[in-house]
């Protein structure tokens, strides 16, 4: 991925016997790391590679196809990573759209994964413009 041009490599928890290992294996290639949770995996499984990474992902779906529906019972998950790593960038990625976002931006994300919202929008520029005001506001407040 480095070689390609990639500068950051999000991996998710689950898929990996040893985090600790790959995340400092990315690191020493010079890209960011990110670690991702499943909707099923409990949230406190990061929070020893915290120091670790660069960004925590909580997937609002289960991963594998677009379109499916927001998983708002996540939104606690992006709250507690939010309180406790105040400085750590927290993505949220399925379901996030015009009618989700805010339920995300509020609860602490501040990095928006958004797919079948933006791709199927008449207006995408408008749809991402919406997203991207949204999180900046919870930014502000």
Do not use: W
Request: with cysteine; charged share 25%.
């Amino acid at each position: 991925m480095h070689d390609a041009g990639a500068n950051q490599y999000t991996f998710h928890v689950e898929a990996t016997t040893d985090a600790a290992s790959l995340a400092r294996k990315i690191k020493e290639v010079g890209m960011k790391v990110g670690i991702a949770i499943k909707p099923r995996t409990a949230v406190d499984v990061v929070v020893p590679y915290a120091d670790l990474v660069d960004m925590i992902l909580v997937m609002t779906v289960e991963p594998g196809f677009g379109g499916q529906k927001f998983m708002a019972d996540m939104m606690p998950k992006v709250k507690y990573l939010r309180e406790k790593f105040p400085d750590m960038d927290i993505e949220v990625d399925g379901g996030v759209g015009p009618s989700t976002i805010d339920a995300c931006a509020q609860a602490g994300a501040n990095m928006i994964v958004s797919g079948s919202a933006v791709v199927n929008a008449e207006d995408p520029k408008a749809v991402m413009s919406l997203l991207r005001k949204s999180v900046l506001k919870s930014l502000q407040e």
